[in-house]
Every structure is written in C-alpha cells, then in structure tokens.
C-alpha cells in the first residue's frame, strides 16, 4: 500500500511529469543534463528525482561522479500504463542539453 500511495503521489506534479517523460524520452541522462534542459537548481532537480525513484519509476547509477537516471526496467504493467498514458498529454518536454561529459 505505502509503494502505490507513493506511486500516486509522484504523479501530482507537472515538473515531475515533465522530468519523467524527459527520461524516458532520452533513455539515461545526467542530473546537470535534466538540470541545464530544464533551467533549475540541482538542489530541486534531486528531490523531483528522488521521490520519482522512491515511487519506482527510476533507477540511478554511479559513473564516477555523475549520477545517471533512467526508467526501472522491467516495469509493472501499472507503471508501464502510466507511462504510455503520459505520452498522450501535451507536455512540453525540452530538448536535451547535456551539462555534463561523460567520466
């Protein structure tokens, strides 16, 4: 019950709608590429990632000292549903504008 009521809760934002098609869109990205693509603060970007990532949509991995982001694969057929009805909503997801070089 706690894991779907944290899936539900991460869905209520826009920001985090964007961040969630954005990865998924661009299939592993940086947090400064989500940071630099989006025009926020690294300190804001983390708690829309963390909460997406406590709600099961995300994993993270270590390169370095970069953190890369990508959606949990496999997924339940509930978050695979919500991906596929968040490609129907018209969000203006930006262009991916890489911050940061790999290593």
Known sequence: MEIFLKTIGSLNDETRLKILQFIDTNDEVCV??????????????SRHLKILKEAGFLKV????????????????????????????????IPKLNEGCKNG
């Open 32 to 45: 400064c590429d989500i940071e630099n693509s989006f025009d926020m603060i690294q300190s804001r970007i």
């Open 61 to 92: 991995q270590r390169k370095g000292r970069w953190a890369y982001y990508s959606i949990r694969m496999p997924l339940d057929r509930f978050r695979e549903s919500v991906l596929k009805e968040m490609s129907y909503l018209e969000l203006d």
